[in-house]
């Protein structure tokens, strides 16, 4: 402001703002088409995604029994990675202007818990990312046929065997965990203020960090770290195992997610000490001489 000193306020110096915390509710935005356009881009790209993620799994598996004793039949785990990682850095490319390009309840929960998003924000794009994930295994379902997709597991998320439950769950953790970091490094307002001339530096390495984390855990979990798309083909596929280990898949992820939220903004932003200090010199302000 005109005539104001920059001694004033040394957060005048920096050269990015951190936006204010987002209310729990904000009534005035669920009259706003801007909430419903992000819900359906939400929607759609979770859609797309496990449509694209699970046709590759089934079609490695496919390609694979069908050129049994060949190695380089069907895309194989990197194949599979690559899908995961390549799909998200487009789709997060594609809607972060319009949704943030959560595209993962996990992500949505972590950004709750940061106070990025509403209550009522992070509720509908759950609801909305579910039901993409249901439709996106269906349209896998309808383009492998109902027997190839039944026959090779119609790409749900399940425990493989020689692991117990205890690694499933620590791998979904750690996997999310890399993940939501990655997503809060990445959206950072001092880095996008400083790379703000590389548009595609956000989504890059958040399609990398999907990338490695699927090659670290497909061979464990099939790699969850996302719970609507294990939920979709969950339902879809109907498998009794698919569904008994379906917690593992949504306490995984929600706990990784909360841990990276807890990192980032406590530990490396400091918001605890920033709000310690705060107090404290209001403390000192008002405190008699």
Same mark, same amino acid.
């Given at each position: 402001?005109?005539?104001?000193?920059?001694?004033?306020?040394?957060?005048?110096?920096?050269?990015?703002?951190?936006?204010?915390?987002?209310?729990?509710?904000?009534?005035?935005?669920?009259?706003?088409?801007?909430?419903?356009?992000?819900?359906?881009?939400?929607?759609?790209?979770?859609?797309?995604?496990?449509?694209?993620?699970?046709?590759?799994?089934?079609?490695?598996?496919?390609?694979?029994?069908?050129?049994?004793?060949?190695?380089?039949?069907?895309?194989?785990?990197?194949?599979?990675?690559?899908?995961? +990682?390549?799909?998200?850095? %487009?789709?997060?490319?594609? $809607?972060?202007? !319009?949704? @943030?390009?959560? &595209? =993962? /309840? *996990?992500?949505?929960?972590?950004?709750?818990?940061?106070?990025?998003?509403?209550?009522?924000?992070?509720?509908?794009?759950?609801?909305?990312?579910?039901?993409?994930?249901?439709?996106?295994?269906?349209?896998?379902?309808?383009?492998?046929?109902?027997?190839?997709?039944?026959?090779?597991?119609?790409?749900?998320?399940?425990?493989?065997?020689?692991?117990?439950?205890?690694?499933?769950?620590?791998?979904?953790?750690?996997?999310?965990?890399?993940?939501?970091?990655?997503?809060?490094?990445?959206?950072?307002?001092?880095?996008?203020?400083?790379?703000?001339?590389?548009?595609?530096?956000?989504?890059?390495?958040? +399609?990398?960090?999907?990338? %490695?984390?699927?090659?670290? $855990?497909?061979? !464990?979990? @099939?790699?969850? &770290? =996302? /719970? *609507?798309?294990?939920?979709?083909?969950?339902?879809?596929?109907?498998?009794?195992?698919?569904?008994?280990?379906?917690?593992?898949?949504?306490?995984?992820?929600?706990?990784?997610?909360?841990?990276?939220?807890?990192?980032?903004?406590?530990?490396?932003?400091?918001?605890?000490?920033?709000?310690?200090?705060?107090?404290?010199?209001?403390?000192?302000?008002?405190?008699?001489?």
């Amino acid at each position: 402001m005109a005539g104001s000193s920059s001694n004033d306020n040394p957060n005048n110096n920096k050269d990015y703002h951190d936006p204010p915390p987002a209310p729990l509710v904000d009534a005035g935005e669920l009259g706003k088409w801007s909430l419903y356009r992000a819900v359906i881009a939400e929607f759609t790209a979770t859609l797309l995604l496990v449509c694209i993620t699970v046709a590759t799994v089934i079609g490695h598996k496919r390609q694979s029994a069908e050129g049994a004793g060949d190695s380089c039949a069907g895309a194989g785990v990197l194949g599979i990675a690559w899908a995961f +990682g390549g799909i998200i850095f %487009v789709l997060v490319y594609c $809607t972060a202007g !319009i949704s @943030g390009g959560h &595209i =993962n /309840p *996990a992500v949505t929960f972590g950004m709750l818990l940061a106070r990025r998003v509403s209550l009522p924000r992070a509720a509908l794009y759950m609801i909305a990312q579910c039901l993409g994930a249901m439709c996106g295994a269906g349209l896998a379902r309808a383009l492998h046929g109902g027997r190839q997709y039944e026959r090779h597991g119609g790409g749900a998320n399940e425990l493989a065997a020689g692991y117990s439950a205890g690694a499933g769950l620590a791998a979904e953790m750690v996997g999310t965990f890399v993940l939501v970091y990655t997503v809060f490094s990445a959206t950072d307002p001092k880095r996008k203020a400083r790379d703000s001339h590389v548009p595609v530096l956000a989504p890059l390495p958040i +399609g990398l960090a999907v990338l %490695v984390v699927h090659l670290a $855990t497909i061979p !464990i979990t @099939g790699t969850g &770290i =996302n /719970p *609507a798309r294990s939920l979709g083909p969950a339902v879809v596929y109907n498998g009794s195992k698919a569904w008994s280990e379906q917690w593992m898949f949504w306490v995984g992820p929600f706990a990784g997610a909360a841990a990276a939220m807890l990192y980032h903004q406590y530990i490396l932003r400091g918001a605890a000490a920033k709000a310690f200090a705060s107090s404290y010199l209001a403390h000192m302000h008002h405190a008699p001489s």
